[in-house]
Structures are given as structure tokens and as C-alpha cells.
């Protein structure tokens, strides 16, 4: 199984710098805290991280550095997993800087390497199709929690999952 061991977010939205190291081996986690702290937009920029075709800039960029003019304002969102058949950790790097929708992939870095200890050891860079390959390997589903249209929903987690035909001479 492949799981989720780290997330770091860059200038994304209400978020400019964040770190979550996921220590569950179940990879089931909870995100709780009170209002307006950023809980959605971690869970957002995951999945705007999986589906980078949703990327909008003027809603997906920090609005204080856009409006002090900062630098490097395009979100930047690194997660790591852990493969736990090959006994590697992958760290793959989403810099919507780099981002187009003509080359999705040009934005893509990352790393493979094993750890002993708190080490790091054995780090290889990742090809981009060796990247894709294994992002193709992962299914992230962000479900809002507001505004749900419940058939809608199930659809969406059910697709590819349940594929049933119906006979139409079962209906009257």
C-alpha cells in the first residue's frame, strides 16, 4: 500500500508555510482545530495537487502576497508517501510556477530514497514519467462537506469502483 507520510504547502491560499508529518499506519488522520484556521485548505491543496487542472490563480494565490506584491506567489505543495511493497519513500513537488495546462507534468520534481533511521539514504532522482507512474497508482477524493448532493457524491466515490449494467428488460 502506498500511503501519505508528509505534506508541506506553499502559499496556498490562507496557508503560507505548513508541514504535517502523518504517522498513522492505518493513514486514516483527522485535521480538527477551530474556525477559519485552514483545515479545508490543507485537504484542498492536496487535491489541487492531484488535480492540478483546477489551479485558478486569483483564488488559489495568497492574497497578502499578491496584494504586497511578494515574491514567488504561485502555491507550491509537496507530499511524501511511503510504499511499503518496495520499502521506499517518495517526495514528489508541485510548483504551480511552473505549471501549464498544455504541460502539466513540467511542474512535477521529485525523489525516491530509503531511510535508516531518521537518515536519508540512497536518494535517486525521479524521471517525469516515473512520477506519473506513481501518482497514477494513487486516488485522492476531495468530498466537500457543505452543498453535497448525496447522489451526486455517491457517484463520485463509486465511479470506477461499481461497474454495473443494467438489462433494460428488467424494467417495466
Given at each position: 500500500m502506498?500511503?501519505?507520510?508528509?505534506?508541506?504547502?506553499?502559499?496556498?491560499?490562507?496557508?503560507?508555510?505548513?508541514?504535517?508529518?502523518?504517522?498513522?499506519?492505518?493513514?486514516?488522520?483527522?485535521?480538527?482545530?477551530?474556525?477559519?484556521?485552514?483545515?479545508?485548505?490543507?485537504?484542498?491543496?492536496?487535491?489541487?495537487?492531484?488535480h492540478?487542472?483546477?489551479?485558478?490563480?486569483?483564488?488559489?494565490?495568497?492574497?497578502?502576497?499578491?496584494?504586497?506584491g511578494?515574491?514567488?506567489?504561485?502555491?507550491?505543495?509537496?507530499?511524501?508517501?511511503?510504499?511499503?511493497?518496495?520499502?521506499?519513500?517518495?517526495?514528489?513537488?508541485r510548483?504551480?510556477?511552473?505549471?501549464s495546462?498544455?504541460?502539466?507534468n513540467?511542474?512535477?520534481?521529485?525523489?525516491?530514497?530509503?531511510?535508516?533511521?531518521?537518515?536519508?539514504?540512497?536518494?535517486?532522482?525521479?524521471?517525469?514519467?516515473?512520477?506519473?507512474?506513481?501518482?497514477?497508482?494513487?486516488?485522492?477524493?476531495?468530498?466537500?462537506?457543505?452543498?453535497?448532493f448525496?447522489?451526486?457524491?455517491?457517484?463520485?466515490i463509486?465511479?470506477?469502483?461499481?461497474?454495473?449494467?443494467?438489462?433494460?428488460?428488467?424494467?417495466?
Open positions: 502506498i500511503r501519505l507520510v508528509n505534506c508541506n504547502i506553499n502559499r496556498y491560499r490562507s496557508i503560507l508555510s505548513m508541514s504535517m508529518n502523518i504517522s498513522s499506519e492505518l493513514n486514516l488522520i483527522a485535521i480538527c482545530g477551530q474556525n477559519n484556521v485552514g483545515k479545508t485548505n490543507t485537504l484542498r491543496a492536496i487535491n489541487l495537487f492531484f492540478p487542472e483546477t489551479y485558478d490563480a486569483e483564488i488559489d494565490m495568497p492574497k497578502i502576497k499578491r496584494a504586497t511578494g515574491q514567488s506567489t504561485h502555491p507550491k505543495i509537496e507530499l511524501t508517501f511511503y510504499d511499503d511493497k518496495r520499502n521506499k519513500y517518495f517526495t514528489v513537488t510548483n504551480f510556477q511552473k505549471y495546462e498544455l504541460s502539466p513540467e511542474s512535477l520534481t521529485g525523489f525516491m530514497f530509503e531511510t535508516h533511521g531518521k537518515q536519508k539514504q540512497n536518494k535517486q532522482k525521479l524521471t517525469a514519467s516515473e512520477i506519473v507512474s506513481l501518482l497514477e497508482k494513487i486516488e485522492f477524493v476531495y468530498i466537500e462537506s457543505i452543498n453535497v448525496i447522489p451526486e457524491l455517491i457517484e463520485k463509486t465511479e470506477g469502483i461499481i461497474d454495473v449494467e443494467y438489462d433494460k428488460s428488467r424494467f417495466s
